[in-house]
Every structure is written in C-alpha cells, then in structure tokens.
C-alpha cells in the first residue's frame, strides 16, 4: 500500500509539472542585439585587446592599425602647407609694393595736374604718368590672381589634410557599445581590410526571449505589454521572470525548422520579442517560455 501510495503521489507530482508548462503560451529562446566591428582602414594591427568573455566600454579604445604611412603623409601635406604660406606672405609683400608705387604716381600725377594748369608742365608728361598707373594696376591684377589661386591651393590642401585625419581616426579601434566580447576574429599583428570582420560584441543587460505565436493569440498581444518569462533554474525547477513585450512580427512566417513534426512545420506563427533584465543567469540561446494571458484564458 506505502509503495502504491508513492507512486501515485510521483504521478501526481508529475502531471502537476507537466500542467504547469503547458500553461505557457509561447516559447522560444534568449538572443541579444549583435554588433560585429569591422575594420575600417587597411594595414597591420599593431593593436588589439578584445578577447571573449571580457567586457568594453561604449567608445572606449580596442585596437588600432598602423598608421605610420598616413603620419608621413599628413606630415608631407603639413610641410606643403608651410611652403604655401610663405609664398603668400611673398604675393602680399609684392602687393604692398605696388600699392606704395601707385600712391606715389597719384601724388606725382596730382601735381602735375596742377603744373600744367600754369603751362609748367606738358600732357606728355601727365599722360606719362597715367599709363605707368594702368601699368602698376594690371600688374596687382595679376598678382592677385596669384593669390587666389594660392587660397584654392591652400583649400585643397586642408581638405586633404582633413581626409587623412579621418582615416587615422577610423584607423583606431572602439567598442560600439558597452557590452561583452562573444567572439574575435582576428589576431594583433594581423593584416586587415576595410570591411574585414575583428570581433562581436553585444549587451548582456537586457536579453530578448524570441518566441512564435498562432493567429489566434495574435489579437489580444499588445506592445509594450508585460509577460512572464519561465526559464529551468539550477535546483532543477522554474525561475519566473518579468518581461515586456518590446516587438511584434507584421507578417506571418511558417513555423522554425526547429519544429520537427511536419504538422507544426506547415503553421503559419508570428514571431514577438520579449525584453528580459538579465539578471546573470539568462544566456544567448537558452530556451525560455512565455506566458502573456491571463489563466482563465
């Protein structure tokens, strides 16, 4: 009798856990937002410390790729800038000059205007004085046009100068986010390449149970809606957690092909996102149910 007694409360104690899981509404499994840094300059990595399992700041420093061609490079382009700029004192000086020459022919022109009012002078000798006045003003015409083009010149040459600072800056290596190293992809010392992928990284605070819902739910969900999360916990049972609906699927798509059964394979779902604080314990691909109604529902 004691020993049909204990197999009946087994039975019992089994259906009750059997019942409980089937309470839940949708499961699925725990995933996080990925990020996977790129390189985005060319050359050797002559730095790098992500490695899995550690955790970076948002902006801080990761890594950096040589930079040593593009040093001598803006250094080249910084001496051109000095050698550009003394050729522009230069044309200034000389449009000093001639402005000082001008204004002395104006005085000279002046008084003989007023000397061959008296018949003391001839208009040769004011028309003289015109044309070397035309002369001296096509003359700074033309160095002025020299200046101008130094000032294109000089553009040109911060803008190149600007690029190159863009590409030391891209040439150094940071977390996009504040988050967990997953995996790294390449070593220090290696060659890389724009668009070559260094390492993944992603934000372990919160997780994102990603579960599949029939038709029929799909009515009564609601964003930002609160859900409770079941996840196994360590003494073998149930660890509830709360969560929020944070994204619905717009279109239906057929059941994961980690169904099995052909039968479920063929239903059309719709997959929710559900935000979970983690708390430590939930891990990207640990499996998680969902319970989002009531339970008279």
Sequence with gaps: MKKAGLLLSMACLVSFCSTDRQKS??????????????AEGQGTLTDFLPKEGITGKAGSYAGCIDTTQLFLKKQQLMTQKKGLTARRKAVNAQLDVLQAQKNNLLLEKTRVEKLLEGNAATPKQLDDIKGNIEVLDKQA???????????????????????????????????PVTGTVLEKYVEKSELVFPGKP???????????????????????????????????AEDGGLKKLSGRVCWIASQAEFTPKTIQTRKERVNLVYAVKISVPNDGSLKIG????????????
């Design 25 to 38: 509404d949708a499961y699925g499994n725990f995933e996080a937002v990925e990020y996977i840094v790129s």
């Design 141 to 175: 015409a033309s160095v002025s046009l020299q200046r101008e083009s130094l000032a294109v010149e000089n553009d040109a040459l911060d803008v190149q100068i600007a690029q190159v600072n863009e590409q030391i800056d891209k040439s150094l290596i940071r977390y």
């Design 198 to 232: 260094l390492f993944k990284i992603a934000s372990l605070d919160t997780l994102f149970l990603r579960v599949y819902i029939d038709g029929s739910q799909l009515p009564a969900l609601r964003l930002n809606q609160n859900a409770e999360v079941v996840v196994d």
């Design 286 to 297: 640990m499996p998680g149910e969902a319970v989002f109604f009531s339970r008279e529902k």
